[in-house]
């Protein structure tokens, strides 16, 4: 990941403001610590803090067209930037970076090429010309990016809100699948797919399918002219990334350069659940498999750091981002620069346990339309700020453009999680990997029931934060936390301690409208709070909140018995045969 920092429109134009910005930019570069980078043209300015992925020894940014009238910096990865060249032959490359291209897409095809590309990105592109510029994020926001206003009438874009802060009087988190255009007068939406409306699918569910997609989805984030490997918690969707990285890499320009043995990482507290599962996915696929420990302590310490970081005050992003932001500084320190990761696949295909209780197919494809929606507010923000902190990029396959209108658009009655039938969360995904006569996994891997990061880590880590808050936050304080928090006043100790460290970096109203609120149990949103009137009592964003679906809710509650189906393995026999059929 790199990080930008835009401004245009300044009454200043002097070399203080170009220094400023210069000051600025810096807060960024923990993102993009290889090489920083400045364009100044008259009142506007192009800021870039670069990690290095592709082309690390001529790919510097800002990148420009042949005459340098066109100057892009961007942060992301443009994953189709070869077949985009092939589109682009009457031009001149200076360089062998990805997102080159976007300067050039510009020229021949003005704003309209953001749909061309397909990748993680947010950029911010100058047209010297006439002095006008647009800014565009990716169809998901897999990369933050933050649009700001100046008193003085300038326009600011930054990858993180801490470089906009103390010089915009508002800033918000732009929008995903939008661009932003000077001379259109505004935001508009690039990325409209059918899933967006909500409206319900009726294609059926084909295993053929949705596996070859996803494994499309993985090779193609396998580009990389630096070290790299797989963030591997022994859960269903890191284990398939692992899985099918580690059977398409010898394949690969990455391989030939860095050697066909993956490396894996994994963190927990020693003894976790995510710990013994991974081992056994590693062992089995044969990476090389680094194990990273950490102490209820040492989480409980970052935290200041990862707060201002990841830059939000939700709770459930706070407790996973945690351990995330930990294993990130051990995975730089062997040199490591770029991670493959898991996100998204439970908002596809409802893996969260919550999705149980779903009480039809319509609710349960528009509660994944919903979870989609806001993942840039969440699981995206969090992956992408956690490691970039350190250096890393975080890669998401399951979140490929391509590969979402596939699953998007399977008939979710087929999602629907049935125990009757032996389909638990995400059977879809599950089967169409279950392959006997050449195994991705193991089946008790393929089949492992959900467990959300902040938990598999360790139990006694979300245990460990709560008593932690409990000795800091008294019952007077929460019970005035309307008054001196009345936007998303915080409803339990552990938010309030959280929030009282936001509001020390980010004080203005601006910041902490930036984080969304609402009630939510494992994970859900507030509608899908609904489906279970017991939920309203128990509202915790763990997955042991869904008490009679998480096998660990027994501890909690254990009268409660648990509806996840102990013989899953057997009844996949019957469901399979339903869909030969």
Known sequence: MCGILAVFGCI????????????????????????????????CYLAHQRLAIVDPTSGDQPLYNEDKTIVVAVNGEIYNHRELREKLKSHQFRTGSDCEV???????????????????????????????????????????????????GSVWFSSEMKALSDDCERFVSFLPGHIYSSKNGGLRRWYNPPWYSETIPSTPYDHLVLRKAFEKAVVKRLMTDVPFGVLLSGGLDSSLVAAVANRYLADTEAARQWGS?????????????????????????????????????????????????????????????????????KIKSLGVKMVLSGEGSDEIFGGYLYFHKAPNKE????????????????????????TSAWGVEARVP?????????????????????????????????????????????????????????????????????????????????????????????????????????????????????????????????????????WSKNLDPSGRAALGVHAAAYEDASEVKTTV?????????????????
């Open 12 to 43: 200043d134009n002097s070399q203080a403001k170009r220094s400023r910005i210069i000051e600025l930019s810096r807060r960024l570069r923990h993102r993009g610590p290889d090489w920083s980078g400045l364009h100044s043209h008259d009142d």
């Open 102 to 152: 976007i300067a050039h897409l510009y020229e021949d095809y003005g704003e309209d090429f953001v749909h061309m590309l397909d990748g993680m990105f947010s950029f911010v592109l100058l047209n010297t010309r006439d002095k006008s510029f647009i800014a565009a994020r990716d169809a998901i926001g897999i990369t933050p990016l933050y649009m700001g206003w100046g008193l003085d």
């Open 261 to 329: 043995q993956l490396h894996t990482f994994c963190v927990g507290l020693k003894g976790s659940p995510d710990l013994k599962a991974a081992r056994e996915v590693a062992d089995y696929l044969g990476t090389r498999h680094h194990e990273f420990h950490f102490t209820v302590q040492e989480g409980i310490d970052a935290l200041d750091e990862v707060i201002y970081h990841v830059e939000t005050y939700d709770v459930t992003t706070i407790r996973a981002s945690t351990p995330m932001f930990l294993m990130s500084r």
């Open 363 to 386: 609710e349960f494809h528009q509660e994944t339309c919903r979870k989609i929606k806001a993942l840039h507010l969440y699981d995206c923000l969090r992956a992408n700020k956690s």
């Open 398 to 534: 399951f979140l490929d453009k391509e590969f979402i209108n596939v699953a998007m658009n399977i008939d979710p009655e087929w999602k629907m999680i049935r125990p009757d039938l032996g389909r638990i969360e995400k059977w879809v995904l599950r089967n169409a990997f279950d392959d006997d006569q050449n195994p991705y996994l193991p089946k008790h891997i393929l089949y492992r029931q959900k467990e959300q990061f902040s938990d598999g880590v360790g139990y006694s880590w979300i245990d460990g934060l709560k008593d932690h808050a409990s000795s800091l936050v008294s019952d007077s304080m929460l019970a005035n936390a309307s008054f001196v928090y009345p936007h998303n006043t915080p409803t339990t100790k552990e938010g309030y301690y959280y929030r009282t460290i936001f509001e020390r970096y980010f004080p203005k109203n601006a910041a902490r409208e930036t984080v969304p609120g609402g009630p939510s149990v494992a994970c859900s949103t507030a509608k899908a709070v609904e489906w279970d009137a017991a």
């Open 565 to 581: 189906a102990t013989d899953t393995a057997q009844k996949l026999d019957v469901d399979k045969a339903a869909v030969a059929v």
